[in-house]
């Protein structure tokens, strides 16, 4: 079975995006001075959010209607809406952008160790198209053993993440045919060519020498 590593290819279409922290504010007492922000704020892509001292926590880059995802420059966090509350300035969380990102860090190593986990021998690995790509042969520091119907490939671990079928690389079906058509065998598949190519030629230079041999015997058993 071929053998094709496919490492150069880290950098780009192999890594999936991050999975964004889900940060849950826990509840916490506003400074003295300040009022407790109104529950039930209004919240707008591209909305600064607050601590509740009134420094920035982060931006607002997307909302679905129940997460608001925000950006603190560091991390990106799915905060629930029902954790933002309506203050003067606008939107506000009861934690400052360090207590924000230290839980996204926390959560998100977590997150990162349970899915390394599932990256055991056998497992199904599908594309990003939905397609079954083959089944993990083995995971070691050089990376993750695919095997496929064309071979197998050997890819970094940074390429792989959690889908909605379970194992996601982050590559298509067809992308990853074409990434194993134009990545040359790996040492092992290219020694085993080597070795019998050595065979075959050998085994060739015998047979003409037996051949040219021959005549010579049969002209001495005339004489």
């Given at each position: 079975?071929?053998?094709?590593?496919?490492?150069?290819?880290?950098?780009?279409?192999?890594?999936?995006?991050?999975?964004?922290?889900?940060?849950?504010?826990?509840?916490?007492?506003?400074?003295?001075?300040?009022?407790?922000?109104?529950?039930?704020?209004?919240?707008?892509?591209?909305?600064?959010?607050?601590?509740?001292?009134?420094?920035?926590v982060g931006?607002?880059?997307?909302?679905?209607?129940t997460?608001?995802?925000?950006?603190?420059?560091?991390?990106?966090?799915?905060?629930?809406?029902?954790?933002?509350?309506?203050?003067?300035?606008g939107?506000?969380?009861?934690?400052?952008?360090?207590?924000?990102?230290a839980?996204?860090?926390?959560?998100?190593?977590?997150?990162?160790?349970?899915?390394?986990?599932?990256?055991?021998?056998?497992?199904?690995?599908?594309?990003?198209?939905?397609?079954?790509?083959?089944?993990?042969?083995?995971?070691?520091?050089?990376?993750?053993?695919?095997?496929?119907?064309?071979?197998?490939?050997?890819?970094?671990?940074?390429?792989?993440?959690?889908?909605?079928?379970?194992?996601?690389?982050?590559?298509?079906?067809?992308?990853?045919?074409?990434?194993?058509?134009?990545?040359?065998?790996?040492?092992?598949?290219?020694?085993?060519?080597?070795?019998?190519?050595d065979?075959?030629?050998?085994?060739?230079?015998?047979?003409?020498?037996?051949?040219?041999?021959?005549?010579?015997?049969?002209k001495?058993?005339?004489?």
């Open positions: 079975m071929k053998h094709f590593a496919i490492l150069a290819l880290a950098s780009a279409a192999l890594i999936p995006g991050a999975a964004l922290a889900q940060a849950q504010a826990p509840a916490q007492a506003p400074a003295a001075g300040q009022a407790a922000p109104a529950a039930g704020a209004a919240v707008t892509t591209g909305a600064t959010v607050y601590d509740t001292s009134g420094g920035v931006t607002v880059e997307s909302t679905d209607g997460n608001a995802v925000v950006n603190t420059g560091t991390v990106k966090a799915a905060i629930p809406l029902t954790s933002l509350g309506a203050g003067a300035q939107p506000v969380l009861a934690m400052t952008k360090a207590q924000l990102e839980a996204a860090g926390q959560q998100q190593a977590q997150a990162s160790a349970d899915f390394k986990a599932k990256l055991v021998p056998g497992a199904t690995v599908y594309g990003t198209g939905g397609a079954q790509l083959g089944t993990i042969k083995s995971v070691d520091a050089s990376g993750v053993t695919l095997t496929t119907a064309d071979g197998d490939a050997v890819l970094p671990v940074t390429g792989f993440g959690p889908g909605p079928q379970g194992i996601l690389l982050g590559m298509t079906a067809a992308q990853l045919k074409a990434a194993m058509a134009g990545a040359a065998p790996s040492g092992g598949a290219t020694a085993a060519a080597g070795t019998t190519a065979a075959t030629t050998a085994t060739a230079d015998t047979t003409a020498t037996t051949q040219s041999a021959a005549p010579a015997k049969a001495r058993k005339t004489r």
